[in-house]
């Protein structure tokens, strides 16, 4: 089975300092995907960055990278020079065929001005 | 191009009513998915459609929740009859399908902006 573990429920940053979201995962499988996605207020998910497990370098987004460390089996967001914009709810998530998502029980971001 | 479109946004009803969500996928999707969050935990894959077909219905709770597809274009997630712990975020997601000799697990999942159900 797989399992996604986020241990940071609510986390508070202030605007324009960087902050990393938690997320170790549990899997058996050589092969998976592990993708962020945030949730604003208004409900819809958003796509933010993506890592495969043979992947040998973090994947970058703009302000997003993806610390992964295969062997700790975490897979940690860093959103640099944070904005008011990023205060939400996020995901990280665990794939590891072309089906369903593992979801972690999320992260409340705050940014503070 | 549209993304995936969920209605209602809200719907409250009341322990033992029928309730009947639906999910409009991207057009062209093969792939779709639902899932459910309750409050303050994980959000849980329900089931995945390929086309009309349910390829993993694994994570439907009990025989109260139905869901469908026909025609392999919209899909209805039904629960009958609803009770207290059915209330939380129901989210359905789209994906294309992967041409023949894919082997990329990026196939991103673009969810719609999610059904609350509160049943009183």
């Known amino acids: 089975a797989q399992k996604i573990t986020q241990t940071q429920p609510g986390m508070f940053v202030q605007e324009k300092e960087a902050v990393t979201l938690d997320c170790t995962y549990d899997?058996?499988?050589?092969?998976?995907?592990l993708f962020w996605y945030k949730q604003p207020s208004s409900g819809e998910m958003i796509f933010l960055i993506y890592q495969g497990s043979y992947d040998e370098q973090n994947a970058t987004e703009g302000r997003y990278s993806l610390n992964f460390q295969k062997a700790r089996k975490s897979a940690n967001l860093v959103i640099s020079a944070s904005q008011l914009g990023d205060s939400a709810m996020y995901f990280c998530?665990?794939?590891?065929?072309?089906?369903?998502?593992?979801f972690g029980s999320g992260t409340k971001l705050n940014v503070k001005p | 191009e549209a993304g995936v479109t969920q209605f209602p946004s809200h719907s409250v009803i009341e322990k033992g009513q029928t309730v009947t969500l639906r999910c409009d996928p991207i057009?062209?999707?093969?792939?779709l998915y639902w899932y459910r969050r309750v409050m303050g935990k994980e959000i849980k894959f329900l089931l995945h459609?390929?086309?009309?077909?349910?390829?993993?219905e694994s994570g439907m709770p009990n025989n109260r929740f139905l869901a469908e597809r026909t025609g392999g274009t919209y899909s209805t997630l039904k629960v009958q009859p609803a009770e207290l712990e059915d209330s939380g975020v129901y989210f359905c997601?789209?994906?294309?399908?992967?041409?023949?000799?894919?082997?990329?697990?990026?196939?991103?999942?673009?969810f719609g902006p999610g059904t609350r159900l509160t049943v009183l």
């Open positions: 899997t058996s499988d050589q092969s998976y995907g």
């Open positions: 459609f390929v086309k009309e077909s349910k390829q993993d």
């Open positions: 998530a665990i794939r590891r065929d072309f089906n369903k998502f593992y």
């Open positions: 057009s062209g999707h093969d792939n």
């Open positions: 997601a789209s994906s294309p399908q992967l041409g023949s000799g894919g082997t990329s697990l990026y196939n991103e999942q673009f």
